[in-house]
């Protein structure tokens, strides 16, 4: 069976979803990949939620426009990194150069964008091992292993038994938010919680946390707005 849409310019996919606990018909827009979920009572007529998503066409493209398109990584498009948009580019021999104000990738155009991810992937993991070691020897801890994946709720995680895990799309966001995220996640090893002594352990091995953390929220889900070609 097909996703539903809706007619327009451009036309809207719904993901409907129907739910035993669902009491009422519900509409959901990810920032994070702009999916629109209809979700709906399980024994509700299709065409009842139909009308209904119909009804909050407005809204949803509303909402749609203020996220923005997703953007396919390719030569000619711009992406940041570091938190520096960076126009990508062709470039010689076999390893991606990082310039004032570009990013050259070697090879076929058409793997340009799972090149680029690879690489990207990569310096996240060089530069968040290295601020978690920083930020652990100011704490006295030490952290297991370190997992990059690309997460849609969360920019970090540590587990009971010291193992960090990263989005590696923290490579494209401002140094200090990286860095902000690696604190963050270190001063778990200390307490397993997000008490007020949580955040003094945030504060005496990172600083004042407050300005990258508001970027997070207000433009962290940008970052997934750019699509690398084999990733979801």
């Not at 097909?2 to 409907?16: E, K, N, Q, R």
């Not at 035993?20 to 939620?49: C, F, H, Y």
């Not at 968040?128 to 297991?144: F, H, N, P, T, V």
């Amino acid at each position: 069976m097909t996703d539903p849409i809706l007619p327009g310019d451009p036309p809207i996919v719904l993901l409907t979803r129907r739910s035993a606990r669902a009491k009422r018909i519900s509409l959901r827009i990810s920032q994070l990949d702009g999916r629109v979920t209809l979700t709906m009572p399980a024994k509700l007529a299709e065409a009842e939620a139909m009308a209904f998503a119909r009804s909050k066409e407005p809204w949803i493209r509303k909402h749609l426009e203020a996220r923005g398109e997703d953007v396919p990584v390719a030569l000619g498009a711009a992406l940041p990194v570091g938190g520096q948009m960076l126009r990508i580019v062709p470039g010689q021999g076999r390893g991606v150069q990082i310039g004032q104000d570009s990013i050259a990738v070697p090879g076929a155009p058409d793997r340009v964008a799972v090149r680029l991810g690879a690489y990207l992937k990569e310096v996240a993991r060089d530069r968040l091992a290295g601020a978690c070691d920083d930020y652990a020897a100011l704490l006295g801890k030490s952290y297991g292993r370190i997992t990059m994946r690309d997460t849609r709720s969360r920019w970090g995680s540590c587990t009971s038994d010291g193992a960090l895990m990263f989005s590696w799309r923290l490579i494209m966001a401002p140094p200090e938010v990286l860095d902000y995220v690696a604190a963050h996640e270190v001063a778990h090893l200390a307490e397993m919680n997000h008490s007020a002594a949580f955040w003094a352990g945030v504060e005496r091995i990172y600083g004042d946390y407050k300005a990258p953390r508001r970027w997070l929220r207000q433009h962290g889900s940008d970052l997934h707005r750019y699509r690398f070609g084999e990733d979801r």
